[in-house]
């Protein structure tokens, strides 16, 4: 196994809160440990376009605080060809990078395990996003900010939903997974939470209207993971406004607010230590794994794993939510 002498870093996909941190702590962690570190901006697209700088120590300063990504990200479609990564691997080579760390989703570990294959190269993911839709991490970099960013706004708006007794469908972010809505809707109180992989029938919504918001309460929120299937908020909120018409109901979507924001301390915290595992698993002569964090010990997740997309939502959360909430 070759030696490895330098790292290339970079962050892909949508950007979540935290990201900074991770990149902070491989840079740092790298240079600690003797390696060189080239940065590249845009993801996989800058990897194919060359955008390589060398990182020094201070090229990570005072960024920890900041969401978005300061290495930025941008879709790659050349990537997806097999023409692309050629690209792409020309570039690291001229570059004389060993090993690539990646700071991304689902898609971003995607593309890292077929570069991987295809050219034997070292690869480590560093799982980001806010939907916390990977497997074998308990929380994925940036998931926390964003459940903060929900439990602040629905705070808000029950202030007003309250003053004007109103029910208001609240639509989060969660890419086809509802883990968002229900720990949001547990934090913030709401009545109900609706997410993709529980179905909610109208019967239930029936119930919840009810029991919940006709007989005992003033307001009522009922989060919904966005879900391009079902339609969301708006189909929801268009189900109950038609069989009770007599009912004040809102919508509200939060939208990309929820991807924005100074990371949590937990997200801070995932994130340093990840992007330290990273090295000490590329140093350790691991590879094609993503970093995670289960039951508080690093764990290192084969790419195929993480991926699966089947991350199972805990039900018995949803029962915890519908008894505090009567
Ligand atoms: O990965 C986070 C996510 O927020 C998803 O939940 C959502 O579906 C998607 O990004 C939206 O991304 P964009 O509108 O930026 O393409």
Request: net charge negative; glycine share 10%; aromatic share 6%.
């Amino acid at each position: 196994m070759a030696e490895i002498k330098c790292i290339g870093i970079m962050t892909s996909g949508n950007d979540a809160p935290g990201m900074n941190c991770a990149i902070r702590a491989v840079t740092r962690a790298a240079i600690y440990n003797g390696l060189k570190v080239k940065a590249v901006y845009r993801g996989y697209k800058g990897l194919i376009d060359g955008e390589i700088v060398e990182f020094e120590t201070q090229s990570v300063s005072n960024i920890i605080q900041f969401g978005g990504t300061i290495l930025k990200s941008s879709p790659s479609k050349e990537f997806l060809n097999p023409e692309g990564r050629q690209k792409a691997y020309d570039n690291i080579v001229k570059e004389g990078i060993d090993a690539l760390v990646v700071i991304g989703g689902d898609g971003s570990i995607q593309g890292a395990k077929i570069f991987a294959q295809e050219y034997d190269f070292p690869c480590i993911a560093i799982p980001a996003t806010i939907d916390n839709n990977l497997c074998g991490t308990d929380t994925t970099i940036g998931y926390d900010t964003a459940l903060n960013t929900i439990m602040h706004t629905v705070d808000k708006i029950r202030d007003t939903a309250t003053s004007h007794e109103r029910l208001f469908f609240v639509e989060v972010m969660g890419d086809g997974a509802g883990f968002l809505a229900l720990n949001g809707g547990i934090a913030s109180g709401a009545e109900e939470a609706i997410v993709p992989t529980i179905e909610i029938e109208e019967e239930q919504l029936n119930h919840f209207v009810q029991n919940g918001f006709r007989k005992t309460k003033g307001s009522s929120i009922v989060l919904v993971a966005a879900n391009e299937q079902t339609g969301g908020a708006m189909h929801y909120a268009d189900l109950i406004k038609n069989q009770y018409p007599e009912l004040d109901v809102r919508i509200s979507i939060l939208g990309h607010l929820q991807r924005g924001g100074s990371p949590s301390a937990h997200d801070r915290i995932i994130a340093s230590r990840m992007g330290a595992a990273s090295i000490q698993a590329l140093l350790k002569g691991l590879r094609n794994v993503m970093i995670g964090i289960d039951n508080d010990e690093i764990v290192y997740v084969p790419f195929s794993r993480a991926i699966k997309n089947n991350r199972a939502i805990d039900r018995n959360l949803l029962d915890i939510l519908h008894n505090i909430s009567i």
